[in-house]
DNA sequence: CGTTCGATGCACT
DNA sequence: GTGCATCGAACGT
């Protein structure tokens, strides 16, 4: 049994949030195919005082979905070439938001490996294992097919959400974001223990 | 196992 | 013009 994760999830300090969805599924529904992930390693950026929020120089037109309602999606292109996928957190007008930084492939993994292929450079034609597939915040929006026209997506209603399925992680593990140039002294990271994660494992 | 480095587009100053 | 919440190839140990 499968429930969508309601608004009053995404309503709390962000830091309860960051261990709660640890073990929460996203789940991305293209066309009447599902493929969905257990969340593994996920980060928080929270407000306008974290340096390396987004929020961090005021409202702009970029960061206007942190400053939105809990449970939306927050999707943007960084690096030139890669999407990541947030959840905002907390009340409307605080910004502030969670980070999905790896997931373990649960459901469509045949679909992940055909967008992770396609959008490779044909001459890379190493194998991608199966729990590479979301290991990393730019690869997992490939794998489930999210891009910009995600952001700002009803995480609670949308055929982007985040259900739970009972999995409850054993034991997790907070350390440094990664990633980041700034704020890097906050150990805002959290990562279940003995599963794939992005980055250095643990 | 580790480190370095180029690709790439856009938000922001 | 500058600097990214990255990835993977190439190379060293």
Redesign the pocket.
Known sequence: MSVVLPVSFYDRPTLEVLDDIIGKVLVHEVRGVRTAGAIVEA?A?VGESDP????A???????QP?YGPPGLA?V???????H???AVTEAKGAPA???I??LEPLEGLGGMRRR?LRQ??P????A?KDH?LC????????ALGIDLRQNMADLTSGPLAIEDHGLRPDRLARSR??????GTERDWRCCWVGKKV????M
Do not use: K
Request: net charge positive.
């Open positions: 980060e950026y390396a929020c987004h929020a120089p005021g409202p702009t037109p970029r960061n942190l927050y943007y292109f960084n690096y030139g070439m890669h990541l996928v947030n938001a969670v980070l930084r790896a992770r490779r450079a001459e890379s034609s190493r991608i590479d290991r990393g915040p730019g690869n997992l929006t490939v974001r990664i990633g980041i140039r700034v992005s980055g250095r494992g």
